[in-house]
């Protein structure tokens, strides 16, 4: 057994924790960016485009995240794509993140007013303006607190990644157990270092929730 | 001069429920029209249908001379350059201020420079009686505020024709007044004005013409100052309260 003191524990976890940040950070770029092509969609796409994207969404609302992991990662090799376990991580919590998040926007936009359409429409304003000037500036408002409170489901996803293999914090507390035989410290910082991520976001979502409310009244 | 709307046999239903049963009506321009009607008539349906907001199964309508109104995006740009319309429930932008509420078409469709666009407004909310309201939020204005700024919204982008649907229905009645105030002097300065209104004593005092709407069809119509003392159809006597 080779020795490891405290400090080869956490430094070991801090790396792998960097591989967890990225993995989020790409997931919630890549989610979000698909996510918001999926709602433009939905809103343009008529009825077969909505309902098209309704059923993306169900499929992927409807599933476990570690079945999606398996099937982009295998998925991917059947395809003859030379799959890296980052590559599929990121895919399928890119498209899990898409899912839930353009979801989570299609209801902030049908928040708002159909008056707020009808006026900017009236006033000659292209749908892409009426989009732009009119409706996202008052959905992102609403959209904030629950886009940030996602962002915490997303990290905490992001765990599910090691059983493919991708070294990220779980995984790499687990391979640290493995040659320490300590789990209950080493599992115990790995809970610590997902806390110190999530906790300032669910903070920051609620804050951003108080002052939406706030301003409502 | 070609008349400011003309609508010719225009029907509109949703799903099975026909709303408008063949509508024929030609609207001069500067003339003053109040449209009355018991709820359900299809008065905002035929606003509606007149800037493209509702689409309809068969009929013409024709504004301005040559804009039809028809479902292509941008037909339906142009024809709302000419033809500005005002909510029951004022509609304004509550993320934008009152003086950029009246900015951003003239500023996104006219493509007007922002000086000439803030200057414009400054004079708009000089004329409805809020000079002093441009830096002011939506939220902070009363109700009768915030339909006189979204009037001088419709004004901003020049419209040869104003729809108000109701305008001031939603407003507490020591209110009405200063919205009506505002709506009367665009007629004295001529402006053509289609108003679906509920205010007998200002739709006979402003109107050049009353259009009574029943079950989808325009019942009655003629001079306003005419129609109010002798109204021809019994429908029209009910609804104006003279039983008998
Ligand atoms: N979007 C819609 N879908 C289905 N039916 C509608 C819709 N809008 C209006 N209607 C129906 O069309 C008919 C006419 O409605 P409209 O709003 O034009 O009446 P109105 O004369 O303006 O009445 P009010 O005085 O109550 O405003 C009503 O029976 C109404 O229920
Ligand atoms: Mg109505």
Redesign the pocket.
Same mark, same amino acid.
């Given at each position: 057994m080779i020795d490891f003191t405290v400090w080869d524990i956490v430094r070991n976890l801090l790396d792998a924790a960097q591989w967890t940040i990225a993995l989020s950070i790409v997931a919630f770029l890549g989610g979000g960016t698909v996510g918001f092509a999926l709602l433009i969609g939905r809103l343009v796409g008529g009825r077969s485009g909505a309902a098209l994207i309704g059923g993306y969404v169900q499929l992927f609302q409807g599933t476990p995240l570690l079945m999606q992991l398996f099937l982009a990662y295998f998925g991917l090799a059947m395809f003859g794509i030379d799959t890296s376990a980052w590559l599929a991580a990121a895919l399928a919590l890119t498209l899990y993140t898409s899912a839930f998040l353009t979801e989570i926007w299609r209801g902030c936009i049908a928040a708002v007013p159909r008056g707020q359409w009808e006026a900017a429409q009236s006033l000659a304003l292209s749908f892409s303006e009426q989009l732009r000037y009119v409706i996202l500036p008052q959905a992102i408002e609403v959209a904030t607190p629950p886009t940030v409170g996602f962002l915490v489901q997303v990290i905490k996803g992001t765990a599910l990644a090691s059983v493919i293999g991708f070294i990220e914090l779980t995984k790499a507390g687990t391979m640290i157990t493995n040659a320490t035989y300590q789990p209950f410290l080493v599992y115990g910082f790995v809970a610590l270092f997902y806390f110190a991520m999530c906790f300032p976001l669910s903070v920051c979502a609620r804050i951003l929730e108080r002052k939406l409310h706030a301003a409502r009244h | 001069m070609p008349p400011a709307i003309e609508i010719t046999a225009l029907r509109k239903s949703?799903g099975d429920?026909e %709303?408008l049963k063949g509508i024929d009506l030609a609207v001069q321009k500067g003339e003053v029209i109040a449209i009355v009607?018991k709820?359900?008539?299809?008065?905002?349906?035929l606003l509606r249908c007149i800037n493209g907001l509702e689409s309809f199964q068969s009929g013409r309508i024709v504004v301005d001379g040559d804009q039809t109104v028809e479902s292509d995006p941008t037909a339906l740009r142009n024809l709302r350059q000419h033809v500005g319309m005002i909510f029951q429930s004022f509609n304004l932008f509550p993320h934008l201020t009152a003086g950029r509420n009246i900015m951003l078409a003239p500023r996104l469709v006219k493509k007007k420079g922002p000086e000439l666009a803030a200057e414009q407004a400054h004079a708009l909310l000089t004329r409805v009686g809020l000079a002093d309201k441009f830096d002011a939020m939506p939220h902070q204005l009363s109700g009768g505020q915030q339909q006189r700024v979204a009037i001088a919204r419709a004004l901003a982008m020049e419209p040869a024709i104003l729809l108000c649907d109701?305008i001031t229905s939603a407003l507490d009645p020591e209110l009405v007044g200063e919205v009506l105030r505002v709506v009367e002097s665009l007629a004295v300065d001529g402006m053509t004005l289609l108003m %679906?209104t509920h205010e007998m004593a200002f739709a006979r005092r402003v109107s050049n013409r009353l259009i009574f709407?029943h079950q989808g069809r325009v019942h009655e119509s003629g001079p306003s100052e005419e129609l109010f003392t002798s109204p021809k159809t019994v429908e029209l006597r009910q609804f104006l309260g003279m039983v008998n």
């Open positions: - | 949703f429920h %709303v009607g709820s359900g008539s299809g008065k905002s349906t109701e %679906v709407m």
